[in-house]
């Protein structure tokens, strides 16, 4: 029997956001958006919410609001850029009712610590998405070209917490009604490190050259320092015990990159729009987590030094 449909918010409706709010309003979920983008929000309003992909074309109906509406429904989206995650959190509370689910999905680590410090742990989930590659291509269209996917888990998954186990299963059943490749897992920290390796390869990389996954991945001199960064994050989940099922992490980085080799990471796409990045806590969370247990992380805190110089510029 299929699961109930659910009452939705996206709040954050970038690419990343606007992918979510379209293949689960699709899939018969009632999907509202919330984002700051006047035009965006109008458009979506007005027209739709426009998909292009691989799978093909698609126009979603849902609405869409500038500033939370006093609704509460059954899961929030927290698809905000880790940078206004707890500005976002502190504004949920029109969307939150008793039993109203928040999931944050954010590159990167330390995002959920923030939202738990708002909201509490008890009703938080973590979301992983994993090989997606998305844009706006105008107010109210997105186009998303890879699309591989999505693992949830409870927040006491990392620091303790209260979410039953059936709340993020529901939440996975939610998401594969959408069409995508999502599962409830009982380590999400784990995961969060494997893919955090693989960002740290490319981010930084990427973001201070113009070049794409494919092109860092075998550059003669950018190549050695991208695998000196996920080694070096590798090293340092290891050393804090993390449970991450890598035994090469120069293997696992090529893997990723080799799903995706004209990707541009997303410290790359908002360094062409001239935006600041997530860098922080991509690259930049390597050396705060490598000093939780004495040791130093000069090749990610040097790349992140290189990219917040630049991006004092904008």
Not at 7 to 21: F, H, K
Not at 194 to 203: D, G, Q, T
Not at 225 to 237: C, D, G, P
Not at 252 to 267: T, W
Request: hydrophobic content about 50%; aromatic content about 4%.
């Amino acid at each position: 029997m299929a699961a109930a449909p659910l009452r939705i918010a996206v709040v954050g409706c970038g690419a990343m956001g606007s992918v979510y709010a379209a293949r689960l309003a699709g899939a018969g979920h009632d999907v509202l958006v919330v984002d700051a983008w006047a035009d965006h929000v109008q458009a979506i309003a007005r027209d739709g919410l426009a998909l292009s992909g691989p799978d093909g074309d698609r126009t979603a109906q849902v609405r869409a609001f500038p500033a939370p509406p006093a609704e509460p429904v059954d899961l929030v989206v927290l698809a905000v850029k880790a940078a206004d995650v707890v500005s976002a959190a502190a504004g949920l509370a029109p969307l939150l009712g008793d039993d109203t689910v928040v999931l944050t999905i954010q590159n990167g680590l330390g995002s959920a610590e923030e939202v738990a410090r708002v909201l509490g742990a008890g009703r938080l989930a973590v979301g992983i998405a994993s090989g997606f590659g998305a844009s706006l291509t105008g107010p109210g269209r997105v186009h998303h070209n890879a699309m591989k996917a999505l693992r949830f888990g409870a927040y006491d998954g990392i620091s303790g917490g209260g979410l039953p186990a059936d709340d993020v299963e529901r939440i996975a059943a939610a998401w594969r009604a959408g069409g995508f490749d999502a599962a409830a897992v009982g380590d999400i920290a784990a995961m969060q490190w494997e893919k955090l390796i693989c960002n740290v390869a490319y981010s930084a990389p990427c973001a201070l050259t113009g070049l794409t996954v494919g092109e860092v991945m075998d550059h003669p001199e950018m190549g050695p320092i991208s695998r000196a960064a996920a080694t070096e994050a590798w090293e340092t989940a290891r050393a804090l015990d993390i449970g991450i099922v890598v035994p090469d992490p120069v293997v696992h980085v090529r893997d990723f990159g080799a799903q995706m080799p004209a990707a541009k990471p997303s410290a790359l796409l908002d360094h062409e729009a001239g935006r600041r990045s997530e860098i922080a806590v991509i690259n930049g969370a390597i050396p705060r987590e490598s000093a939780k247990v004495g040791r130093t992380a000069p090749v990610n805190a040097t790349l992140t030094g290189l990219v917040r110089t630049r991006e004092a510029t904008f």
